[in-house]
């Protein structure tokens, strides 16, 4: 179960994060899906007393990732991707609270 979650959530992580990286976008159904992961992940291991090491290195790197493929982009686009990199941000720290 816990390497299922973890895959899931690192699949989620990269399918928003790569074409934002790769210049191709907001997909906005990526981020929703990221979203869900991450929350489904905060639920599972709320009271667990660990998170698996790999989760915890993506749910890390996520925020820094998506703030960084802002600065590829311009105006409204680059402001989305902030403000999606706030709300993840927001979503980790609900989740590992």
């Known amino acids: 179960m816990e ?3 973890v895959s899931r959530l690192d ?3 990269t399918r928003f994060v790569v074409p934002l990286r790769m210049n191709e976008g907001f997909d906005e159904q990526a ?3 990221l979203q869900e992961e991450i929350d489904r992940c905060g639920t599972a ?3 667990e007393p660990h ?3 790999r989760a915890a290195l993506i749910l890390a790197e996520l925020h820094p990732a998506i703030e960084a493929c802002a600065w590829l982009y311009e105006g409204d686009m680059r402001q989305r991707i902030q403000e999606a990199g706030l709300m993840v941000s927001e ?3 609900d989740a590992l609270d």
Do not use: I, S, Y
Request: cysteine-free; aromatic content about 12%; glycine content about 0%.
């Open 45 to 47: 291991w709320r009271k």
């Open 11 to 13: 699949e989620a992580a």
């Open 31 to 33: 981020f929703l899906r």
């Open 51 to 53: 998170v698996p090491k």
């Open 91 to 93: 979503a980790v720290t």
């Open 3 to 5: 390497t299922d979650l």
